[in-house]
Nanobody, 123 residues
Framework: QVQLVESGGDSVQAGRSVRLSCVAS????????MAWFRQAPGKERAGVAAITWEAGHAYYENSVKGRFTISVDGAKNTWYLQMDSLTPEDTAMYYC????????????????WGQGTQVTVSS
């Protein structure tokens, strides 16, 4: 069974950058897509970015396009979320997730989750 562990959450000022990491341990075969979700206080969890494991095709939610970059390192079973030009609206608990599906930007399809890492952006 795959276990996902996030790291890299931080408290920063607006305009700064944070890089999140997610390490997958256990048997990963069959998981085609990896993603990052976030949940702000009082809001539902929402997909932010996703990437195909093999080809590295990336998808982004509109509010983060041009600021966030998702990437994958297959050799390390790890994927990343580089977040630049952060704003207070990016404050949330960030979760990494995985799915066996091939439509990486169909957010309801993700069924394997990490425990979350907090990102707080102050103005």
């Amino acid at each position: 069974q795959v276990q996902l562990v996030e790291s890299g959450g931080d408290s920063v000022q607006a305009g700064r950058s944070v890089r999140l990491s997610c390490v997958a341990s256990g048997v990963r075969s069959g998981h085609n897509c990896m993603a990052w979700f976030r949940q702000a206080p009082g809001k539902e969890r929402a997909g932010v970015a996703a990437i195909t494991w093999e080809a590295g095709h990336a998808y982004y939610e509109n509010s983060v396009k041009g600021r966030f970059t998702i990437s994958v390192d297959g050799a390390k079973n790890t994927w990343y979320l580089q977040m630049d030009s952060l704003t207070p609206e990016d404050t949330a608990m960030y979760y990494c997730a995985a799915t066996e599906r091939s439509d990486c930007n169909w957010w309801p399809g993700y069924n394997t989750w990490g425990q979350g890492t907090q990102v707080t952006v102050s103005s």
